[in-house]
Protein backbone atom coordinates (compact mmCIF):
# COMPACT_ATOMS: atom_id res chain seq x y z
CA UNK A 1 0.00 0.00 0.00
CA UNK A 2 2.54 2.50 1.24
CA UNK A 3 4.61 1.33 -2.04
CA UNK A 4 1.59 2.34 -4.03
CA UNK A 5 0.81 5.57 -2.85
CA UNK A 6 4.57 6.68 -3.03
CA UNK A 7 4.38 5.75 -6.93
CA UNK A 8 1.19 7.85 -7.25
CA UNK A 9 2.67 10.53 -5.37
CA UNK A 10 5.44 10.70 -7.87
CA UNK A 11 3.45 10.86 -10.92
CA UNK A 12 1.27 13.48 -9.11
CA UNK A 13 4.58 15.77 -8.58
CA UNK A 14 6.00 14.53 -12.44
CA UNK A 15 2.62 15.80 -13.99
CA UNK A 16 2.94 19.17 -11.99
CA UNK A 17 5.98 19.82 -13.25
CA UNK A 18 4.85 19.12 -16.62
CA UNK A 19 2.17 21.49 -16.30
CA UNK A 20 3.65 24.21 -15.36
CA UNK A 21 6.71 23.94 -17.86
CA UNK A 22 3.38 24.28 -20.68
CA UNK A 23 1.63 26.36 -18.29
CA UNK A 24 4.75 28.98 -18.74
CA UNK A 25 5.35 28.62 -22.14
CA UNK A 26 2.38 29.20 -23.54
CA UNK A 27 2.06 32.40 -21.30
CA UNK A 28 5.28 33.25 -22.60
CA UNK A 29 4.51 33.33 -25.99
CA UNK A 30 5.26 36.93 -28.11
CA UNK A 31 1.80 37.07 -28.64
CA UNK A 32 0.41 36.39 -25.03
CA UNK A 33 2.97 39.30 -23.93
CA UNK A 34 2.12 41.85 -26.23
CA UNK A 35 -1.38 41.52 -25.08
CA UNK A 36 -0.50 41.97 -21.83
CA UNK A 37 1.64 44.85 -22.50
CA UNK A 38 -1.03 46.52 -24.15
CA UNK A 39 -3.68 46.06 -21.96
CA UNK A 40 -1.03 47.43 -19.06
CA UNK A 41 -0.50 50.01 -20.85
CA UNK A 42 -3.62 51.19 -21.46
CA UNK A 43 -3.95 50.56 -25.06
CA UNK A 44 -6.98 48.82 -26.84
CA UNK A 45 -5.30 46.89 -29.48
CA UNK A 46 -1.90 45.59 -31.05
CA UNK A 47 -1.51 48.69 -33.07
CA UNK A 48 -1.59 50.74 -30.21
CA UNK A 49 1.27 49.48 -28.51
CA UNK A 50 5.11 50.47 -30.33
CA UNK A 51 8.13 48.44 -30.71
CA UNK A 52 9.92 50.34 -28.53
CA UNK A 53 7.50 50.90 -25.73
CA UNK A 54 7.23 47.15 -25.73
CA UNK A 55 10.42 46.18 -25.72
CA UNK A 56 10.78 48.55 -23.02
CA UNK A 57 7.99 47.01 -21.23
CA UNK A 58 9.80 43.90 -21.37
CA UNK A 59 12.87 45.54 -19.56
CA UNK A 60 11.13 46.81 -16.87
CA UNK A 61 9.46 43.09 -16.57
CA UNK A 62 12.52 41.46 -16.58
CA UNK A 63 11.16 39.16 -19.52
CA UNK A 64 14.48 39.90 -21.59
CA UNK A 65 16.57 37.37 -19.57
CA UNK A 66 16.44 33.65 -21.09
CA UNK A 67 13.49 31.45 -20.77
CA UNK A 68 15.16 28.33 -18.55
CA UNK A 69 15.94 31.75 -16.29
CA UNK A 70 12.82 33.08 -15.96
CA UNK A 71 11.16 29.80 -15.86
CA UNK A 72 13.17 28.87 -12.69
CA UNK A 73 12.44 32.47 -11.06
CA UNK A 74 8.83 31.85 -11.25
CA UNK A 75 8.69 28.52 -10.22
CA UNK A 76 10.65 29.70 -6.86
CA UNK A 77 7.81 32.55 -6.90
CA UNK A 78 5.08 30.34 -7.08
CA UNK A 79 6.63 27.81 -3.99
CA UNK A 80 7.27 30.44 -2.13
CA UNK A 81 3.25 31.81 -2.58
CA UNK A 82 3.94 35.10 -4.71
CA UNK A 83 1.75 33.95 -7.59
CA UNK A 84 1.79 37.88 -8.96
CA UNK A 85 -0.65 40.45 -9.15
CA UNK A 86 -4.28 40.46 -10.91
CA UNK A 87 -4.10 43.49 -13.19
CA UNK A 88 -8.13 43.81 -13.55
CA UNK A 89 -8.28 43.77 -9.48
CA UNK A 90 -4.61 45.26 -8.79
CA UNK A 91 -4.68 43.07 -5.87
CA UNK A 92 -2.26 40.12 -5.25
CA UNK A 93 -3.08 36.79 -6.94
CA UNK A 94 -2.25 35.37 -3.91
CA UNK A 95 -5.15 37.21 -1.69
CA UNK A 96 -7.76 37.05 -4.57
CA UNK A 97 -7.23 33.23 -5.62
CA UNK A 98 -7.47 32.62 -1.45
CA UNK A 99 -10.83 34.60 -1.09
CA UNK A 100 -12.53 32.99 -4.28
CA UNK A 101 -11.80 29.57 -3.35
CA UNK A 102 -13.01 29.83 0.25
CA UNK A 103 -16.09 31.18 -1.83
CA UNK A 104 -15.81 28.10 -4.25
CA UNK A 105 -15.57 25.73 -1.01
CA UNK A 106 -18.41 27.11 0.42
CA UNK A 107 -20.44 26.24 -2.31
CA UNK A 108 -18.71 22.83 -2.89
CA UNK A 109 -19.07 21.74 1.04
CA UNK A 110 -23.26 22.03 0.63
CA UNK A 111 -23.30 20.51 -2.30
CA UNK A 112 -21.22 17.33 -1.16
CA UNK A 113 -23.09 17.81 1.95
CA UNK A 114 -26.45 16.47 0.32
CA UNK A 115 -25.05 14.72 -2.84
CA UNK A 116 -23.20 11.72 -0.82
CA UNK A 117 -26.08 10.86 1.22
CA UNK A 118 -28.75 11.35 -1.60
CA UNK A 119 -27.14 9.76 -4.66
CA UNK A 120 -26.10 6.60 -2.72
CA UNK A 121 -29.06 5.73 -1.44
CA UNK A 122 -31.03 6.35 -4.56
CA UNK A 123 -28.37 4.36 -6.40
CA UNK A 124 -28.33 1.72 -3.82
CA UNK A 125 -32.56 1.78 -3.85
CA UNK A 126 -32.61 1.11 -7.50
CA UNK A 127 -29.93 -1.61 -7.44
CA UNK A 128 -31.00 -3.72 -5.13
CA UNK A 129 -33.99 -4.73 -7.13
CA UNK A 130 -32.72 -4.32 -10.91
CA UNK A 131 -35.95 -4.05 -12.95
CA UNK A 132 -38.38 -2.83 -10.49
CA UNK A 133 -40.63 0.31 -11.04
CA UNK A 134 -38.61 1.76 -8.14
CA UNK A 135 -35.26 0.97 -9.90
CA UNK A 136 -37.02 2.44 -13.51
CA UNK A 137 -38.24 5.34 -12.06
CA UNK A 138 -34.90 6.15 -10.29
CA UNK A 139 -32.64 5.18 -13.45
CA UNK A 140 -35.48 7.78 -15.52
CA UNK A 141 -35.10 10.75 -12.78
CA UNK A 142 -31.31 10.30 -13.35
CA UNK A 143 -30.73 9.96 -17.01
CA UNK A 144 -33.04 13.21 -17.47
CA UNK A 145 -31.23 15.35 -14.85
CA UNK A 146 -27.67 14.64 -16.42
CA UNK A 147 -29.01 14.78 -19.81
CA UNK A 148 -29.62 18.22 -19.65
CA UNK A 149 -26.97 21.16 -19.30
CA UNK A 150 -26.53 23.11 -16.02
CA UNK A 151 -27.08 26.18 -17.78
CA UNK A 152 -30.67 25.03 -18.87
CA UNK A 153 -31.31 23.76 -15.09
CA UNK A 154 -30.24 27.02 -14.02
CA UNK A 155 -32.39 29.17 -16.13
CA UNK A 156 -35.72 26.64 -15.44
CA UNK A 157 -34.99 26.68 -11.40
CA UNK A 158 -34.60 30.78 -11.55
CA UNK A 159 -38.40 30.90 -13.48
CA UNK A 160 -40.08 28.84 -11.49
CA UNK A 161 -38.38 29.02 -7.72
CA UNK A 162 -36.67 32.53 -8.02
CA UNK A 163 -39.07 34.41 -10.44
CA UNK A 164 -42.34 32.28 -10.82
CA UNK A 165 -42.76 31.00 -6.73
CA UNK A 166 -40.13 34.37 -5.61
CA UNK A 167 -39.11 31.31 -3.01
CA UNK A 168 -35.28 32.30 -3.07
CA UNK A 169 -33.04 35.35 -4.73
CA UNK A 170 -32.46 34.86 -8.19
CA UNK A 171 -29.19 35.78 -7.72
CA UNK A 172 -26.24 34.76 -5.19
CA UNK A 173 -23.83 37.64 -5.40
CA UNK A 174 -23.85 37.91 -1.33
CA UNK A 175 -23.68 41.22 -1.60
CA UNK A 176 -24.67 41.81 2.15
CA UNK A 177 -22.58 39.00 3.53
CA UNK A 178 -22.89 35.36 3.58
CA UNK A 179 -27.01 33.82 3.68
CA UNK A 180 -27.45 30.37 3.18
CA UNK A 181 -30.80 31.49 1.20
CA UNK A 182 -28.24 32.78 -1.49
CA UNK A 183 -27.10 29.85 -2.51
CA UNK A 184 -30.14 27.25 -2.74
CA UNK A 185 -29.93 28.06 -6.55
CA UNK A 186 -26.30 27.51 -7.38
CA UNK A 187 -26.37 24.82 -4.98
CA UNK A 188 -29.93 23.19 -6.23
CA UNK A 189 -28.20 23.57 -9.95
CA UNK A 190 -24.91 21.44 -8.76
CA UNK A 191 -26.46 19.01 -7.17
CA UNK A 192 -29.30 17.98 -10.14
CA UNK A 193 -26.57 16.68 -12.25
CA UNK A 194 -24.15 15.50 -9.55
CA UNK A 195 -26.72 13.42 -7.74
CA UNK A 196 -27.91 11.68 -10.89
CA UNK A 197 -24.59 10.66 -12.08
CA UNK A 198 -23.28 9.31 -8.96
CA UNK A 199 -26.79 7.60 -8.57
CA UNK A 200 -26.28 6.04 -11.73
CA UNK A 201 -22.86 4.61 -10.68
CA UNK A 202 -23.99 3.06 -7.66
CA UNK A 203 -27.20 1.33 -9.05
CA UNK A 204 -24.64 -0.49 -11.81
CA UNK A 205 -22.12 -1.61 -9.11
CA UNK A 206 -25.51 -2.56 -6.63
CA UNK A 207 -26.96 -4.47 -9.77
CA UNK A 208 -23.63 -6.09 -10.05
CA UNK A 209 -23.09 -7.21 -6.85
CA UNK A 210 -26.60 -8.44 -6.09
CA UNK A 211 -26.18 -11.09 -9.04
CA UNK A 212 -22.88 -12.34 -7.27
CA UNK A 213 -22.41 -15.85 -5.95
CA UNK A 214 -21.79 -15.19 -2.00
CA UNK A 215 -25.20 -12.91 -1.97
CA UNK A 216 -27.07 -15.67 -3.77
CA UNK A 217 -25.78 -18.10 -0.98
CA UNK A 218 -26.10 -15.95 2.05
CA UNK A 219 -30.06 -15.63 0.80
CA UNK A 220 -29.89 -19.55 0.20
CA UNK A 221 -29.00 -20.01 3.46
CA UNK A 222 -32.18 -18.06 5.26
CA UNK A 223 -29.79 -15.20 6.22
CA UNK A 224 -32.57 -12.10 6.55
CA UNK A 225 -32.74 -9.73 3.35
CA UNK A 226 -32.01 -6.70 5.18
CA UNK A 227 -28.96 -8.21 6.80
CA UNK A 228 -27.51 -9.66 3.30
CA UNK A 229 -27.73 -6.15 1.79
CA UNK A 230 -26.09 -4.46 4.85
CA UNK A 231 -23.50 -7.02 5.83
CA UNK A 232 -22.66 -7.96 2.32
CA UNK A 233 -23.65 -6.29 -0.60
CA UNK A 234 -23.47 -2.51 0.46
CA UNK A 235 -19.97 -3.10 1.81
CA UNK A 236 -18.65 -4.22 -1.98
CA UNK A 237 -21.17 -2.03 -3.57
CA UNK A 238 -20.07 0.97 -2.14
CA UNK A 239 -16.37 0.66 -3.43
CA UNK A 240 -16.77 2.15 -6.50
CA UNK A 241 -19.05 5.02 -5.57
CA UNK A 242 -17.08 6.24 -2.76
CA UNK A 243 -12.97 6.35 -5.14
CA UNK A 244 -15.89 8.63 -7.66
CA UNK A 245 -16.91 11.11 -5.26
CA UNK A 246 -13.63 12.31 -4.69
CA UNK A 247 -13.18 12.90 -8.48
CA UNK A 248 -16.27 14.85 -8.03
CA UNK A 249 -13.80 17.38 -6.53
CA UNK A 250 -12.03 17.64 -9.85
CA UNK A 251 -15.49 17.88 -11.91
CA UNK A 252 -16.71 20.10 -9.88
CA UNK A 253 -14.29 23.10 -10.32
CA UNK A 254 -15.14 22.99 -14.20
CA UNK A 255 -19.52 22.97 -13.36
CA UNK A 256 -18.55 26.01 -10.89
CA UNK A 257 -17.90 28.55 -13.80
CA UNK A 258 -20.89 27.98 -15.81
CA UNK A 259 -22.79 28.11 -12.12
CA UNK A 260 -20.67 30.84 -11.01
CA UNK A 261 -21.14 33.21 -13.96
CA UNK A 262 -25.10 32.69 -14.32
CA UNK A 263 -25.86 33.42 -10.64
CA UNK A 264 -23.19 36.11 -10.48
CA UNK A 265 -21.98 34.30 -7.26
CA UNK A 266 -17.85 35.54 -6.60
CA UNK A 267 -16.32 32.05 -6.60
CA UNK A 268 -13.49 30.57 -8.23
CA UNK A 269 -15.35 29.84 -11.61
CA UNK A 270 -16.33 33.45 -12.25
CA UNK A 271 -12.90 34.91 -11.73
CA UNK A 272 -11.23 32.86 -14.18
CA UNK A 273 -14.08 33.84 -16.63
CA UNK A 274 -13.49 37.11 -15.67
CA UNK A 275 -9.66 36.86 -15.83
CA UNK A 276 -9.78 35.31 -19.17
CA UNK A 277 -12.74 37.78 -20.62
CA UNK A 278 -9.86 40.50 -19.63
CA UNK A 279 -6.44 38.63 -20.31
CA UNK A 280 -5.52 38.70 -16.98
CA UNK A 281 -2.65 36.14 -17.64
CA UNK A 282 -1.47 35.97 -14.10
CA UNK A 283 -4.72 35.26 -12.73
CA UNK A 284 -5.24 32.65 -15.21
CA UNK A 285 -1.84 31.09 -14.60
CA UNK A 286 -2.53 30.46 -10.92
CA UNK A 287 -5.83 29.47 -11.25
CA UNK A 288 -4.48 26.92 -13.66
CA UNK A 289 -1.95 25.74 -11.09
CA UNK A 290 -4.92 25.44 -8.81
CA UNK A 291 -7.53 23.39 -11.48
CA UNK A 292 -4.72 20.93 -12.19
CA UNK A 293 -3.21 20.62 -8.18
CA UNK A 294 -7.20 19.75 -7.84
CA UNK A 295 -7.29 17.45 -10.55
CA UNK A 296 -4.25 15.36 -9.45
CA UNK A 297 -5.23 15.49 -5.36
CA UNK A 298 -8.67 14.59 -6.46
CA UNK A 299 -7.21 11.36 -8.40
CA UNK A 300 -4.59 10.74 -5.61
CA UNK A 301 -7.54 10.47 -2.62
CA UNK A 302 -9.72 8.18 -4.95
CA UNK A 303 -6.34 5.79 -5.20
CA UNK A 304 -5.98 5.61 -1.49
CA UNK A 305 -10.02 4.83 -0.72
CA UNK A 306 -10.06 2.44 -3.27
CA UNK A 307 -7.13 0.73 -1.39
CA UNK A 308 -8.62 0.85 1.98
CA UNK A 309 -11.66 -0.09 0.83
CA UNK A 310 -10.83 -3.07 -1.10
CA UNK A 311 -9.04 -5.20 0.74
CA UNK A 312 -7.84 -7.02 -2.32
CA UNK A 313 -5.77 -4.16 -3.45
CA UNK A 314 -4.59 -4.22 0.38
CA UNK A 315 -2.73 -7.58 0.22
CA UNK A 316 -0.62 -6.99 -3.17
Known sequence: MIKMISARLGQMLLTMAVVT??????????????????AELGGFGMATLSEDGYQKWLESKGLTQPFFVRYVDWIGHVATGDLGRSMQKNVAVSTLLGERLRATGT?????FLFMIPISLTLGALAGM??????????????????????????????????????????????AGGFNPVDLVLPVLT???????????????SMAEVMTSHYIRTALLKGIPYSRVIIDHALRNALIVPFTLIFLQLNWLLSQVVVVEVFFQYNGFGRML??????????????ATLVAVAVAVISQLLSDIGYILLNPRVRLK
Open 273 to 286: YDAAMYGDVEVIQA
Open 21 to 38: FVLFAIFDSDQFRRQVAT
Open 107 to 111: LAFFV
Open 129 to 174: REGSLLDRVISQFCVLTTSIPQVATAVVLTVVLGLGLGWVPTKASM
Open 190 to 204: LLLYDIGYVARMTRA
